[in-house]
């Protein structure tokens, strides 16, 4: 099991800039890949991006603008989000998929990204 703790949401301006982390404990050596959700009010949990060892992916409303990271060093997923806009407006969660699993079962609490406009 591994456990998750994000940090890094905040109020900010249509064109802002924000960084969010991710902090994992637990079975590290376990994870296949990590990625950031996100769920605005009343609608459902999006996968935003995600990172394995060989490759990245992200949705398509954000490419461009956000970057995923992970520093293995200090346990720990990034979220890079530039350019804004008040639609990135939700709450963010930080996932983590083991070996041997095909699905994101280790979550953390989220963390409030609001964009103002």
């Known amino acids: 099991q591994v456990q998750l703790v994000e940090s890094g949401g905040a109020l900010v301006q249509a064109g802002g800039s924000l960084r969010l982390s991710c902090a994992a404990t637990?079975?590290?050596?376990?994870?296949?890949?990590m990625a950031w959700y996100r769920q605005a009010p009343g609608k459902q949990r999006d996968l935003v991006a995600a990172?394995?060892?060989?490759?990245?992916y992200y949705t398509d409303s954000v490419k461009g603008r956000f970057t995923i990271s992970r520093d293995n060093a200090k346990n720990t997923l990034s979220l890079e989000m530039n350019s804004l806009k008040p639609e990135d407006t939700a709450v963010y969660y930080c996932?983590?998929?083991?070996?041997?699993?095909?699905?994101?079962?280790?979550w953390g609490q989220g963390t409030q990204v609001t964009v103002s406009s």
């Open positions: 990172i394995t060892t060989s490759s990245t």
């Open positions: 637990g079975r590290i050596g376990s994870i296949k890949a």
């Open positions: 996932a983590a998929m083991m070996y041997g699993s095909a699905s994101y079962e280790s």
